[in-house]
Every structure is written in structure tokens, then in C-alpha cells.
């Protein structure tokens, strides 16, 4: 059994996209290839923001990817948990508590930077004494809680990056806790990736500053810090960050478009990566392929152009059965056949609707050249028809009329079909049966 558990740690405050549904797959192909544990944790400490009808999108979204969970937990339900981690750090001296309000700090800031010092908390709480804090609390000021860095250099060997090193001193204490008593996002974190026992955190690259506070957070609970591996972000085709359009790339939307999950996967989880971009029809060979070492230093790119291109080929290359259920349900008779004449025309799988009007019709019948039509109407061969009647048919055809190449081909399916384009008629030919098909070619509708 794998020591291995690693987590995707949404806030529930909007809709997933692909750049946080890229994170959890990472995580989820990890956890699946080490034979490990895949936690999904709602991040949910911010009670304003957080709505649970976005932690049931995200679920939703995930089980639409493919992407399973063995553990679930909501931070909200786990206070009691991080308290006891505040505690701690109290007693430890590394939590402390601060007075000033927004505005004071904020003009902090602006005389530092005026100054030319980098704006970093100047720790003027932790110099309050005992009788300055009772006074401050006496005129009913809160405290918020800062965590008290180390100032010194936190090293890691990032399992994508390499080695990382950070100098804390160049930072914030960060706040921990606000004045009203509310968590924010870090201390919750740690406390819960400690208490799950999480061995790898793999996330984006924006946090690495947080990691080197997290790590000091580990060390100061005594715990064991896990391996961290920070992907590089998703940007745009043209290299231009995401961040402004990610709401328009949300795995709904992809969905609504006819996005298959499994186009979705197969382009997320090599976009960044060594490995080229194809369409893999089962989530197992993403897992096999999976190493952390493919992904790369260099940003990923996510073209929405490219992703609907791999969905067409993805449904190119998938079999029947993997479609059986879904074609029975769009109530399409006769389907195994079909699915093999249509599919390489197909740029998203609701697009069998529209096909099988050319199989099932009634459509109207575009009669271009009388006579070739009739001809080829007379000359129709009787049934039983395969896939060689087509080849067979339009020899006899040619041979009667000396049409040949276009002028034979395009009348006849215009005939067939009503339309300029198509599947392959060898193979829609047979699904069509001749009743219809002689029907068509009188020019009725069929
Ligand atoms: N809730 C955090 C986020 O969405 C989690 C980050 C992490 O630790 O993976 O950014």
C-alpha cells in the first residue's frame, strides 16, 4: 500500500476552469499511478464567498471529468482542528497579535515605498508589551494574528521546479487570523494537509511564495513537511495569461460546447508536458503515461481551436462501444453501422443527431441532373446491400451515362442526401436501404 495522498483544494467560490481543473488532474493521475489516495478538500474557510451550490458544480464537474475522489473533507467542518494548530503556534511564540487597522498599514506601506523599503510588515506588535496590548483591547480593538517567520532561507527541492529557495525575510508575517476571529486561507491549509497526511502537495506555480510560509508553518507544528511539486500556469494561445478570461473557460462552458471529458483530459493533462497532444480514449493511458518529470518549466498553453480539434479526433478514434449507450439513447436504431460511417464526420458527438436525419430522414431530395438521376434510379441494384453496392452501383451508373469523378459522384449525393457534403456514401448507403433511397432519387421526400 502507497504512503501516497495527495489533494485538490478548491475555494467554492465560482465555477471550476481548466486551468484549476488541469491542477486536480495532475493531482488525481499522481495519486492513481502511485497507487495513492486522492483527497478532494473544499477550501470553504471564506463564509462569505463560499456557496454550496458552487461545491456541487465542482463535484459535478470533476465526476464529468473523470476525476474521482477516495477521501473528501470541508474545511469548515474541521475549526476545531485549526484552533488547536493556533494554539500551538502560540505557545510556540511564532503567533502574535496585531492591532492596527487596514488604514494604518496601508499608509505604512505607502511611506515605505515612498522611502524606497520594500513594504513588508515592520513586526511593530510584537514589540507591544503586555499592558500596551490589555489597553488596546480596552478600547475594544481586535486583535488579527500574524505568524512570525523565520527571516531566513527556505529551501525545498520542488519535484517539477527543482531547487527552490526562498528568503522569508523578504516577506509579511502573514495573518493568519483575522480580527473577527476567521481563518484565512494558509493556517487552515497546513493544519489539514498535516492531519490527512498529505505526502505531496502539487499545485500552480503561484504559490510558491505561500510554500516557504507553509513550510515554516509545517516545521513550527512539529510536523512532517510533504514534497512539493508547482506546475507552471495555463496561458493563451498567443502566451497571454488566462486570468481575465477564465470565466469563459469554465468546464461548464467546454461542456456545453460538446467538449468530451475525455478531450478535456487528454489535452490538460499533456498540455506543458514532453509528451505530444492526442486524444487518448481511456483515462488509463493518461495514468500509465503520467510522470511528474514531463512537465516542463515553460508555461502551458490552452488554444480552445486545439481542443476542439482533438474532441473531433478523439471521436474519430473512439469504438462503438464506448458510444453504444449514449447513441441508443439519442434514439438511433441500427447504430454500430452508423457510428462507423459517421464518426469521421463528426466535430462533437451531438452532431449524430443531425447525420442520422441522412440515414432516417425525411429529408428533400436535390435533384441536379435529371437524367444521370434517373438513369441511376433504374440501375439501382436490389438488396441485399453492403458496403461494395456503392462501388458496384456508380460503376454501372458511369458506364451507362459516361459521367465520371464529380459530375457523377455530387448529383448523386445531392439526390441522397440534400446536401453537399457528408459521410462516406459506400457506408451510409446500406443504412439508407434502397426504399428510401429510390424514393430520393425520384425526387420525393424520404
Ligand atoms: N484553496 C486554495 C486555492 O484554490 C488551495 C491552494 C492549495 O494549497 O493547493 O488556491
Redesign the pocket.
Known amino acids: 500500500m502507497s504512503d501516497t495522498v495527495v489533494?485538490?483544494?478548491?475555494?467554492p467560490t465560482g465555477l471550476l476552469h481548466v486551468g484549476?481543473a488541469r491542477?486536480a488532474l495532475l493531482n488525481f493521475l499522481f495519486a492513481r499511478k502511485s497507487g495513492g489516495k486522492f483527497l478532494l478538500?473544499i477550501?470553504d474557510t471564506d463564509s462569505e464567498r463560499s456557496k454550496p451550490e458552487y461545491e456541487a458544480a465542482i463535484v459535478e464537474d470533476l465526476k464529468w471529468l473523470g476525476i474521482a475522489h477516495d477521501l473528501f473533507a470541508r474545511q469548515s467542518e474541521r475549526a476545531e482542528a485549526h484552533r488547536a494548530a493556533a494554539e500551538k503556534l502560540k505557545a510556540a511564540g511564532r503567533l502574535y497579535p496585531c492591532y492596527e487597522s487596514a488604514l494604518e498599514l496601508d499608509r505604512r506601506r505607502q511611506r515605505q515605498i515612498a522611502s524606497g523599503r520594500p513594504p513588508v510588515y515592520d513586526r511593530a506588535a510584537l514589540n507591544l508589551s503586555a499592558e500596551e496590548r490589555a489597553k488596546l483591547g480596552a478600547q475594544g480593538r481586535k486583535a488579527h494574528w500574524r505568524f512570525k517567520l523565520s527571516q531566513s532561507k527556505v529551501k525545498w527541492r520542488d519535484l517539477i521546479r527543482g531547487e527552490v529557495e526562498i528568503d522569508t525575510a523578504h516577506l509579511s508575517d502573514p495573518v493568519l487570523i483575522r480580527e473577527d476571529g476567521r481563518f484565512l486561507?494558509t493556517l487552515p491549509?497546513v493544519t489539514d494537509?498535516v492531519d490527512f497526511a498529505i505526502s505531496h502537495?502539487i499545485?500552480?506555480e503561484?504559490?510558491v511564495t505561500?510554500t516557504a510560509v507553509?513550510i515554516e508553518i509545517f516545521e513550527a507544528l512539529g510536523a512532517t513537511v510533504p514534497a512539493f511539486a508547482h506546475h507552471p500556469l495555463l496561458v493563451g494561445a498567443g502566451g497571454e495569461a488566462l486570468s481575465k478570461r477564465l470565466g469563459s473557460l469554465s468546464l461548464r462552458l467546454l461542456r456545453e460546447d460538446g467538449i468530451e471529458p475525455l478531450a478535456a483530459v487528454s489535452y490538460l493533462a499533456k498540455t506543458g508536458t514532453s509528451d505530444p497532444i492526442v486524444p487518448h480514449t481511456t483515462i488509463s493511458e493518461l495514468i500509465e503515461g503520467f510522470a511528474l518529470e514531463k512537465i516542463g518549466r515553460a508555461p502551458a498553453h490552452f488554444d480552445p481551436a486545439e481542443l476542439s480539434n482533438l474532441n473531433a479526433k478523439l471521436l474519430h478514434a473512439l469504438p462503438f462501444e464506448a458510444v453504444a449507450l449514449r447513441l441508443a439513447a439519442a434514439g438511433i436504431a441500427d447504430a454500430a453501422p452508423f457510428w462507423e460511417a459517421v464518426k469521421p464526420n463528426l466535430a462533437r458527438f451531438s452532431d449524430v443527431g443531425d447525420l442520422w436525419t441522412l440515414v432516417e430522414g425525411p429529408l428533400a431530395p436535390i435533384v441536379e441532373n435529371a437524367p444521370l438521376i434517373a438513369k441511376a434510379a433504374e440501375l439501382l441494384p436490389p438488396e441485399p446491400w453492403d458496403e461494395a453496392t456503392w462501388t458496384a452501383w456508380t460503376g454501372a451508373v458511369a458506364a451507362a451515362t459516361g459521367a465520371k469523378g464529380r459530375a457523377l459522384y455530387h448529383p448523386l449525393r445531392l439526390a441522397l442526401t440534400g446536401r453537399e457534403h457528408g459521410p462516406e456514401l459506400k457506408k451510409l448507403l446500406p443504412l439508407i436501404g434502397r426504399a428510401r433511397a429510390l424514393a430520393r432519387l425520384n425526387g420525393e421526400k424520404a
Open positions: 489533494r485538490f483544494a478548491p475555494s484549476n491542477t478538500r477550501d486561507y491549509s494537509d502537495i499545485r500552480g503561484d504559490h505561500n507553509q
